[in-house]
Structure formats: C-alpha cells, structure tokens
C-alpha cells in the first residue's frame, strides 16, 4: 500500500538545475564527493518534498515547508512542521532507493544525525520513493521509535554515498498510522 502522487516532469527539471546550483555553491566536487549521486538525492529528495506538501494541500492540513534549502544542514531545519492536537510537530522524509525498498527492504538513515544530532530528529519520518516524478509514500514511523530502531540497527558504509548510515526494516514504517496521522493533522 501506498499513498501517491505524481510530480510533473517540468518541475522535477527545475529541481536538477537547482540542485546542480547547490552542489557548485557548496563545492561538494571539491570535497571529492560523488557529485552525479548527489545531485540526483536532492532532486529525490525535493520531488518528494513537493508531492508531499500538494498531499497536505489537498487534505487541507496547516503547515509550514522549509522548501529548496541552500545552505549547511544545521541551518536546514524541519522538512514540514504541521500542528496536532494544539502543538507544533515536525515531519521528515525519508526517500529510499528502489534497489532499497524492493531488494532489501530497509530505510536508511545517517549515522552521524543518531549519534550526534538526536535533538534534530523529527517527531515523525515519512518512508517515500521517487521513480519518474511518481512519489509513493509508504509508512510513518515516530521518533521514539525511530531512536529505539537506531540503537539495534547495523552501521554500514554506502561507497555510492560516501557515508554512514544505520538500516532499519521497512516494515518498521506503519501505512496504516500514517493515515491517521494525516487525517488528525490540523487544518487550515
């Protein structure tokens, strides 16, 4: 099961020429860095972003988006911040591979966010995928236990990534509560 919808390829364009921008701007090639792999995880990244916000849109839900960020991460800030029950909850998008989703069926998330930056973890983390401007969203899983999923994951190194990450199971991220989530986030 999942929740779908579908980016259109003009903006998904606008999205690789920014992210392209953003790679120059922060000399991630000077960095040694897989600039190709790079680029297309931020275009990842923002098309799920986009179909995401058009979701809360259609459902009507009060929201606040951070939107095409240039900068450092410790500046970034929340992907979507919504309101439940009366108080500010932030959401994060997790956008896997297929290889990811389909073969091992696992999300990955940084290594250095668990160990160093536990206070910047969303309340909530959406599992999504990107192929071709259709955005699927599978499941929710919330930072409590999100944490107590990291603390039992493997550590393993991605060459592709030139990073650390920690796999958790996909079957961790709830369709279900994910639903209900949307439907009890304000509205506008």
């Given at each position: 099961?999942?929740?779908?919808?579908?980016?259109?390829?003009?903006?998904?364009?606008?999205?690789?020429?920014?992210?392209?921008?953003?790679?120059?701007?922060?000399?991630?090639?000077?960095?040694?860095?897989n600039v190709a792999v790079k680029i297309d995880n931020?275009?990842?990244?923002?098309?799920?972003?986009?179909?995401?916000?058009?979701?809360?849109?259609?459902?009507?839900?009060?929201?606040?988006?951070?939107?095409?960020?240039?900068?450092?991460?410790?500046?970034?800030?929340?992907?979507?911040?919504?309101?439940?029950?009366?108080?500010?909850?932030?959401?994060?998008?997790?956008?896997?591979?297929?290889?990811?989703?389909?073969?091992?069926?696992?999300?990955?998330?940084?290594?250095?966010?668990?160990?160093?930056?536990?206070?910047?973890?969303?309340?909530?983390?959406?599992?999504?995928?990107?192929?071709?401007?259709?955005?699927?969203?599978?499941?929710?899983?919330?930072?409590?236990?999100?944490?107590?999923?990291?603390?039992?994951?493997?550590?393993?190194?991605?060459?592709?990534?030139?990073?650390?990450?920690?796999?958790?199971?996909l079957e961790k991220f709830s369709f279900e509560e994910?639903?209900?989530?949307?439907?009890?986030?304000?509205?506008?």
């Open positions: 099961m999942s929740l779908d919808y579908t980016v259109p390829p003009e903006l998904i364009d606008i999205f690789r020429q920014q992210a392209t921008q953003k790679i120059e701007a922060e000399g991630w090639g000077k960095q040694g860095r931020f275009v990842h990244c923002w098309t799920t972003e986009e179909a995401f916000k058009q979701i809360l849109m259609k459902h009507k839900v009060w929201f606040r988006h951070r939107g095409l960020y240039f900068g450092d991460a410790s500046g970034a800030g929340a992907d979507f911040t919504v309101r439940m029950e009366g108080k500010e909850v932030s959401v994060g998008l997790r956008s896997v591979a297929p290889e990811s989703l389909n073969k091992w069926k696992t999300v990955a998330y940084p290594d250095d966010r668990f160990r160093l930056e536990k206070e910047k973890i969303a309340d909530y983390h959406l599992v999504c995928n990107h192929a071709e401007g259709l955005a699927r969203f599978f499941g929710i899983i919330s930072k409590a236990e999100l944490l107590k999923e990291l603390e039992v994951s493997r550590r393993l190194y991605s060459p592709r990534n030139q990073e650390h990450f920690r796999v958790i199971p994910m639903m209900w989530l949307l439907e009890t986030m304000e509205k506008v």
